[in-house]
C-alpha cells in the first residue's frame, strides 16, 4: 500500500501491478478513512465475500464495475456512480475493467 500525495487522482503509478488491487491512503484518522483504488481486472475470488465494519461510500471515477450483495442484488457501476455499503454487509466485486483502469475513491467511517 502507498499514499498519495498531491497527485492527480487519475494519474496511474508505473509500474502497476496487473495481479493485485492498489490501495492509497489520501486521509486517515480514528474517525475517517479516504482511499484511492486502481482496479485493473480484479474481482473478488469465487465464494469469498468482502465485510467492513465500518460504512463505505465509493465512487468509481473512471472504468465500470459490478458488485453483488449476499442478498442477491447486484449493483453495476460506470464512472460517476457511486453506492454506499453499510457496515458488516457482505458484498463482492463481481468484476472491474482493465481498460480503462478502474479509479475508486472509498470513504470509510463508523
Given at each position: 500500500?502507498s499514499?498519495?500525495?498531491?497527485?492527480?487522482?487519475?494519474?496511474?503509478?508505473?509500474?502497476?501491478?496487473?495481479?493485485?488491487?492498489?490501495?492509497q491512503?489520501?486521509?486517515?484518522?480514528?474517525?475517517?478513512?479516504i482511499e484511492?483504488?486502481?482496479?485493473?481486472?480484479?474481482?473478488t475470488?469465487?465464494?469469498?465475500?468482502?465485510?467492513?465494519?465500518?460504512?463505505?461510500?465509493?465512487?468509481?471515477?473512471?472504468?465500470?464495475?459490478?458488485?453483488?450483495?449476499e442478498d442477491?442484488?447486484?449493483k453495476l457501476?460506470?464512472?460517476?456512480?457511486h453506492?454506499?455499503?453499510e457496515?458488516?454487509?457482505?458484498?463482492?466485486?463481481v468484476?472491474?475493467s482493465?481498460?480503462?483502469?478502474?479509479?475508486?475513491?472509498?470513504v470509510?467511517?463508523?
Open positions: 500500500m499514499t498519495l500525495h498531491n497527485e492527480s487522482i487519475f494519474k496511474i503509478p508505473n509500474p502497476l501491478s496487473i495481479e493485485f488491487e492498489l490501495f491512503p489520501i486521509i486517515s484518522n480514528d474517525n475517517i478513512s484511492r483504488i486502481i482496479s485493473s481486472g480484479q474481482s475470488p469465487a465464494g469469498q465475500w468482502l465485510e467492513d465494519d465500518r460504512n463505505e461510500w465509493v465512487v468509481l471515477l473512471q472504468g465500470e464495475s459490478e458488485i453483488s450483495f442477491g442484488t447486484n457501476l460506470s464512472a460517476g456512480d453506492i454506499f455499503i457496515k458488516n454487509k457482505k458484498h463482492c466485486v468484476r472491474t482493465e481498460n480503462p483502469l478502474c479509479i475508486w475513491l472509498a470509510y467511517y463508523e
